[in-house]
């Protein structure tokens, strides 16, 4: 039976959004603007959850949640807000909500949130903490509502190799790779590998703060600091205290404030913006870019003290393209992952569609192979994923690289060899496979067309 969802929200296009959004993954959704209407409603019916906004014209999403509980004690809650206030959450979770989101934020986001505690209540019904698919190594260093996949391609090897060693350490790390390779995930796995993982892991995407309130958004702020400021807040900075504050995209900060967040990461100290106390804070600072900071640095746009202080230990998350023996393996996670959430019983791929993803580039990662897996298996009506669901990029680019880089053909030898090479990150070895000839003969190649690597 699809759950029954009860969203207050007085931004009608937001709430109208989220509606179909969520209708369109199979839930039954309602809406009301008001915390009046709301208040009826929940009286008279029965939610699975309800989702308020903090700040309602003629109610707070903190009162009804206590509104909820007691007239629905079964009905979870979530609350949003565009305030992002640390108390606030604080407040929200010690009085019994089932999580707090921050506009703006994807509807992805919360939907992530849904289907987490989905798993999590049919695991405790079921006395099962975990489940292991026997074709998928797997381990859980993270929280218990995130997973860590562990490939068995050599760059994958490597990879985890120095999360391991480094998690442990106090050590600052850079995390470096392409976008939806998943750094956060990374950054998790870190944190719980640490002495650090029973306190707070606190996730800032540096891109989607404005400079001019990032000092606040940071180290906090006191009421009265500025226009606005009703109350008092806490910054990320204390909200990580004893823990792990992850910056993602953190060559998106502004100079003025990569100032800022030297001073605090050397000094361990941070200052409200409008108080004159200092607080001591007690921070592991990781942080991810999908940028090349050292370019940054070189051009001036970001500053060689603050890289050299992040980056004590820099780790690069291989894309899927890097690791292609690991293909598989994440789409049957990820497989796995979308008939939970969707209630469906796909157990595959057609063989059709196995030779287009393995043709395919995916250029956006784990996070574009997810959305097409999740996506497929929504459309998909049979065991198998067939090939009219796919969808076209996805198709189109896999048939254009299948007839273009084609290493047996004889045609163009010269330009064939340097292609294969360039494939197989110049490992000669890799490149004789994909030209179909034997090691030796490929020297021998290499030295007739005067190919020197």
Not at 51 to 77: A, Y
Not at 149 to 169: D, M, Q
Not at 357 to 366: E, H, M, Q, S
Request: proline share 3%; charged share 30%.
């Amino acid at each position: 039976m699809a759950q029954q969802i009860h969203i207050v929200e007085d931004d009608v296009a937001f709430g109208k959004m989220l509606t179909s959004f969520l209708e369109r993954r199979g839930f039954n959704v309602t809406v009301s603007l008001s915390g009046e209407k709301a208040r009826k409603t929940i009286s008279e019916s029965n939610f699975d959850l309800l989702i308020t906004d903090l700040k309602l014209p003629d109610d707070s999403g903190l009162d009804l949640l206590e509104f909820s509980q007691k007239t629905s004690p079964k009905t979870k809650v979530i609350l949003m807000t565009g305030y992002a206030e640390v108390d606030t959450a604080v407040k929200a979770i010690k009085k019994g909500a089932l999580d707090y989101i921050s506009k703006p934020f994807r509807p992805e986001e919360l939907l992530m949130i849904i289907e987490a505690d989905s798993q999590n209540t049919e695991s405790s019904e079921e006395h099962i903490s975990e489940t292991v698919e026997p074709k998928q190594p797997a381990s859980q260093p993270t929280s218990e509502n995130s997973k860590f996949v562990i490939g068995i391609s050599e760059a994958s090897k490597k990879f985890n190799e120095y999360l391991k060693l480094v998690g442990p350490t106090d050590m600052c790390v850079l995390i470096q790779g392409e976008s939806g390779t998943g750094k956060e995930v990374a950054a998790k796995a870190i944190h719980n590998y640490s002495s650090r993982k029973d306190k707070n892991f606190v996730a800032v995407d540096c891109g989607a703060i404005p400079k001019e309130i990032a000092a606040s958004e940071f180290f906090g702020h006191v009421k009265g600091s500025f226009t606005g400021a009703v109350n008092d807040k806490k910054g990320h900075f204390e909200a990580a205290d004893g823990g792990t504050l992850f910056l993602d995209e953190v060559g998106n900060l502004s100079y003025e404030n990569q100032i800022q967040l030297l001073r605090a990461l050397q000094e361990r100290r941070i200052k409200p913006v409008g108080s004159n106390t200092e607080i001591d804070v007690d921070v592991r600072i990781l942080s991810a870019t999908n940028e090349d900071l050292l370019k940054a640095v070189s051009e001036g746009k970001f500053r060689e003290d603050l890289y050299h202080r992040l980056n004590e230990f820099s780790i690069h998350i291989p894309s899927l393209h890097e690791r292609k023996e690991d293909l598989f393996l994440f789409i049957e996670y990820f497989l796995n992952e979308a008939n939970k959430s969707l209630g469906k019983e796909v157990i595959g791929l057609s063989k059709e569609v196995e030779e287009a993803f393995k043709n395919y580039a995916w250029p956006g990662n784990l996070r574009e192979l997810k959305n097409v897996i999740k996506r497929s298996v929504l459309l998909t009506n049979s065991h198998l994923i067939p090939l009219e669901v796919i969808p076209r990029e996805v198709l189109f680019s896999a048939n254009t690289k299948k007839e273009t880089v084609d290493f047996s053909k004889e045609s163009n030898e010269k330009q064939l060899i340097l292609n294969a090479l360039k494939e197989a990150d110049f490992n000669k070895t890799k490149a004789a496979k994909l030209l179909n000839i034997t090691r030796k003969t490929l020297y021998n190649k290499l030295e007739h067309y005067q190919i020197e690597l």
